[in-house]
């Protein structure tokens, strides 16, 4: 089993950047996927980018070109770079950890406010 705790959300202007941190309990490098998603009032939790243990990474259309995820298996921690927020960013985010096994883990979320 692994514990996945997020942070580094916050209110942020328009077209501000805020990074995200998810440290894991374990190491990750087993893991095989892992991603953020997040879900805003109303709405259904959504992809945001996802990351192998072989770096292959995938991103949703909306956040391309302003999100940057990565993985530093040494720290067991997954990182979201957010730059150019827009207030329709705004949402609880969350971490998701896959295992080849299928097994899968979320972590409890960080609310990120984007409004001037």
């Known amino acids: 089993q692994v514990q996945l705790v997020e942070s580094g959300g916050g209110l942020v202007q328009p077209g501000g950047s805020l990074r995200l941190s998810c440290a894991a309990s374990?190491?990750?490098?087993?893991?095989?996927?892992m991603g953020w998603y997040r879900q805003a009032p109303g709405k259904q939790r959504e992809l945001v980018a996802t990351i192998t243990n072989g770096g292959i990474i995938n991103y949703a259309d909306s956040v391309k070109g302003r999100f940057t995820i990565s993985r530093d298996n040494a720290k067991n921690t997954v990182y979201l770079q957010m730059n150019s927020l827009k207030p329709e960013d705004t949402a609880v985010y969350y971490c998701?950890?896959?295992?080849?096994?299928?097994?899968?883990?979320w972590g409890q979320g960080t609310q990120v406010t984007v409004s001037s």
């Open positions: 998701k950890a896959n295992y080849p096994t299928g097994i899968l883990y």
């Open positions: 374990r190491n990750i490098f087993s893991i095989y996927v």
